[in-house]
């Protein structure tokens, strides 16, 4: 269990988030959604520890993640962020394997090698292995990333609850990889030793694969909890300004929601 205790955080006087508190529990997929500036990916660096905040407090499994290291940190948790950029030209399988530097001391290992095979194939990312990373497409890069952070927590970790943290990880993909990936980070989320904490733009993403929604207004929680209960006419167009009404699709898990 991941829990965010009266958190606040604060830049230039104005906070960003303001006494935040959520709980994310293991084999979910937890969804963040909100408006622009309603403190989403602050949120998501708080919870990682990329940010500590000025009031409150994040544990992992009830200890205080301020107290780990940040080697022992890495071991379980991996952080994608919504901006990365490499300066020189690495290959393709190199920056995979940098999701696995907090597992060996020098040099990798074959199990280390193993990993990163199967996290590359898992994101149809193989062929790419000897390329240039710079010379890939954006969405091409998204998934090389997708593989590198999942490298890092692939496997059940002695250090605890595996925790993975994605922000905004659809950006740069087509529709066809948006939905691919959202089906492999939601069966990769349904493992028991498992914490997958997202944000998405897109509600309809959201309402169709998040087990649980955390909603996010002018840096404080509006609404958590189930898709219905969180997706709600009033809560919708308190944060986005927006009316809806929903359809069901035939075969697919989830209501549509079609805005005004």
Do not use: C
């Not at 149809?124 to 240039?132: E, I, M, P, Q």
């Not at 309402?207 to 509006?222: E, K």
């Not at 009404?245 to 989830?254: E, Q, R, S, Y």
């Amino acid at each position: 269990m991941i829990a965010v205790e009266g958190v606040t955080y604060r830049v230039a006087g104005r906070d960003l988030l303001a006494d935040v508190s959520a709980d994310f529990a293991p084999g979910l997929l937890h969804l963040i959604i909100g408006a622009n500036g309603a403190g989403k990916s602050t949120l998501v660096k708080v919870a990682s520890r990329l940010l500590r905040p000025h009031r409150g407090r994040v544990s992992y499994g009830g200890v205080d993640v301020a107290s780990a290291t940040e080697v022992s940190l890495a071991r379980h948790r991996a952080v994608l962020s919504q901006a990365i950029e490499l300066a020189f030209p690495l290959a393709v399988r190199d920056v995979v394997m940098m999701g696995r530097y907090p597992h060996f001391h020098t040099h990798p290992g074959p199990d280390d090698h193993a990993i990163v095979d199967d996290a590359m194939r898992y994101f149809d990312v193989g062929d790419l292995a000897t390329r240039d990373y710079p010379t890939l497409s954006g969405g091409e890069k998204q998934r090389v990333n997708f593989a590198r952070v999942l490298a890092q927590v692939w496997r059940p970790s002695p250090a605890g609850t595996r925790v993975l943290f994605l922000d905004e990880p659809l950006t740069f993909l087509d529709v066809g990889h948006q939905l691919d990936f959202m089906k492999k980070i939601r069966t990769f989320a349904a493992q028991d030793d498992v914490i997958v904490i997202g944000v998405v733009h897109d509600l309809n993403l959201a309402a169709r694969f998040a087990d649980r929604l955390l909603l996010l207004h002018h840096g404080a929680v509006l609404a958590a909890g189930a898709r219905a209960d969180v997706l709600t006419a009033a809560h919708v167009r308190t944060a986005f300004g927006v009316g809806f009404v929903t359809a069901v699709a035939p075969g697919i898990d989830g209501t549509h929601l079609i805005f005004d």
